[in-house]
């Protein structure tokens, strides 16, 4: 393929202080289907990085509260969790970072040694108002009642302690102008606005140690055995240090700067913040894009034990399978905006969009082609796609696939697709290939079916990032393989399909 550009997408690694929730699922969903886009579908060579943060006061105190005198056990049991949603839920990552990783540890220390040679470093007594849960100080205007953290809904705590700390106030004016004029995008726009607002008010300058006889649990400072490194310079790193800074810069050189943060709207600051004040400070290029998604609910509340709302994402793989849930995800939930999980939604998603729309066009199409035309259609009719029927409603359909996919709006990639299919099948009731052959008119009907095995061939191509082993079954079924899914690859001579295929998504009893 011409014009191959190197493509490197990333998620916030996630803190391994309990097991993974529904929104670490749909991070991780969302930045694996622009991997498999640009790896698989346009051939791009790509790096897809995700992993955990391990280190800081929260994951010690927790680790404790549940009985872990030495915390490394702790966060290894809970990292588990993490790797196995990334299986179930068919996350091809390249690599899962851990914070504890040496070799991360190493590079770290390698940034914070760039940012004191700038003079960016600088040691200060402070006192402030710290959130646990956040790792993040406040200033009494930004809390509930001047004591509560917006977040976590507990009171902060007072601390004052003697700290290295991070010169982002001399990179607020730049970092306003890069995010203003596009040359770091954040999206959506609503998201840029925000951020934007939070520079004019001025970035502060950052805490970036704890002392260890206060807080042990991190990454030791280059020179200075009283500290350790509190969590930007530690887990903000791991973006770079994933591709080798500091050890090996083959990657670096290679995938570096990123195209896609994909993080929650949470981190919005630290990433559009402190990390690009941390890059200019190293004199290392800037991220390209910050894709910053929303929080899921559950029937229109916020996910607590309490109201018996929370989504296990193992749970609901096991029972609905990765490709569903994955669907789910990208079709229904905005990446701009918070969205909604209900199982009556899930439950009609799943009949009218997989079930009818896609499984059943399958289903239809290879035993007509079985029944009525001894199971080979012959692609030169449509003469590799310059006769194809649906040619100018495929084309639009991949305009507005590849606009979702390169502005963070998967959702409006899957709804094309989900027009093209239900094309497809307005076509079956239209000519009604039974008809035809019942009349003789099999030069129309071998038109007919070698158009509806091409269209569904694109179409699985197409879901390919979002239902990768549903729609390789599919593809299977018209007897094709994965080199099909390169967007350059067409189709020529004769094809013959599968004899008899299993239903890709099977009737389900639903519980009322």
């Given amino acids: 393929?011409?014009?191959?550009?190197?493509?490197?997408?990333?998620?916030?690694?996630?803190?391994?202080?309990?097991?993974?929730?529904?929104?670490?699922?749909?991070?991780?969903?969302?930045?694996?289907?622009?991997?498999?886009?640009?790896?698989?579908?346009?051939?791009?060579?790509?790096?897809?990085l995700t992993g955990t943060d391990e280190h800081g006061q929260k994951i010690k105190e927790k680790g404790v509260e549940q009985g872990f005198e030495d915390t490394q056990k702790f966060v290894d049991k809970n990292v588990e969790y993490f790797k196995d949603l990334n299986e179930a839920a068919l996350i091809e990552s390249d690599k899962?970072?851990?914070t504890t990783d040496d070799y991360h540890k190493k590079g770290a220390q390698e940034m914070w040694k760039k940012l004191s040679e700038k003079g960016d470093i600088y040691m200060a007594k402070y006192t402030g108002l710290y959130c646990v849960g956040c790792e993040d100080f406040y200033l009494e205007k930004d809390l509930n009642d001047g004591k509560i953290c917006p977040i976590h809904l507990k009171e902060v705590t007072e601390i004052e302690e003697e700290n290295y700390f991070f010169k982002l106030s001399k990179y607020s004016d730049q970092i306003r102008d890069l995010i203003e004029s596009d040359t770091v995008r954040v999206r959506p726009e609503s998201r840029k606005r925000e951020i934007l607002s939070m520079i004019?008010?001025?970035?502060?300058d950052v805490s970036f140690s704890r002392q260890v006889d206060k807080m042990d649990w991190g990454v030791p400072i280059p020179g200075d055995e009283e500290h350790v490194m509190y969590v930007w310079c530690d887990a903000l790193t791991n973006y770079i240090t994933g591709l080798g800074f500091g050890n090996d810069d083959d990657l670096m050189d290679?995938?570096?700067?990123?195209?896609?943060?994909?993080?929650?709207?949470?981190?919005?600051?630290?990433?559009?913040?402190?990390?690009?004040?941390?890059?200019?400070?190293?004199?290392?290029?800037?991220?390209?894009?910050i894709c910053v998604h929303g929080f899921i609910t559950s029937n229109g509340h916020k996910m607590s034990k309490s109201l018996g709302n929370v989504i296990d994402p193992m749970e609901l793989l096991d029972e609905f399978g990765s490709d569903v849930v994955r669907f789910f995800l990208v079709r229904e939930i905005p990446t701009g905006d918070d969205g909604d999980f209900n199982y009556e939604r899930f439950r009609v998603v799943y009949e009218s969009d997989l079930q009818n729309n896609f499984g059943n066009l399958l289903s239809r199409t290879v035993s007509m082609v079985n029944k009525y035309l001894d199971g080979e259609v012959d692609m030169g009719l449509i003469k590799d796609g310059d006769a194809f029927v649906f040619q100018g409603e495929y084309v639009d359909t991949y305009e507005k696939y590849v606009d979702g996919m390169m502005n963070f709006e998967m959702k409006k990639s899957v709804e094309a697709v989900l027009k093209f299919l239900t094309g497809l099948n307005q076509f079956i009731e239209e000519k009604q290939p039974w008809t035809l052959k019942k009349e003789g008119k099999d030069e129309e009907l071998a038109e007919v079916m070698v158009n509806l095995v091409y269209?569904?061939?694109?179409?699985?191509r197409l879901l390919y990032p979002v239902i990768p082993s549903k729609s390789l079954q599919a593809l299977q079924a018209l007897n094709l393989d994965e080199k099909?899914?390169?967007?350059?690859?067409?189709?020529?001579?004769?094809?013959?399909?599968?004899?008899?295929?299993?239903?890709?998504?099977?009737?389900?009893?639903w519980e009322k």
Avoid: C, Q
């Fill in 200 to 204: 004019d008010e001025g970035l502060r």
């Fill in 254 to 289: 290679k995938f570096w700067p990123v195209d896609k943060h994909v993080i929650g709207k949470d981190i919005l600051r630290f990433h559009a913040g402190i990390w690009i004040g941390m890059l200019l400070s190293a004199e290392l290029p800037l991220p390209l894009e």
């Fill in 96 to 98: 899962f970072i851990r």
């Fill in 1 to 48: 393929m011409n014009n191959l550009k190197n493509f490197y997408v990333t998620t916030a690694i996630h803190y391994a202080n309990a097991k993974p929730h529904i929104g670490h699922a749909f991070e991780n969903v969302l930045a694996d289907v622009l991997y498999r886009y640009n790896k698989d579908l346009l051939g791009n060579p790509s790096f897809f």
């Fill in 484 to 509: 099909f899914l390169n967007v350059e690859k067409g189709l020529s001579g004769n094809i013959k399909v599968a004899e008899k295929i299993d239903p890709l998504f099977a009737r389900r009893e």
């Fill in 455 to 460: 269209g569904i061939a694109l179409g699985a």
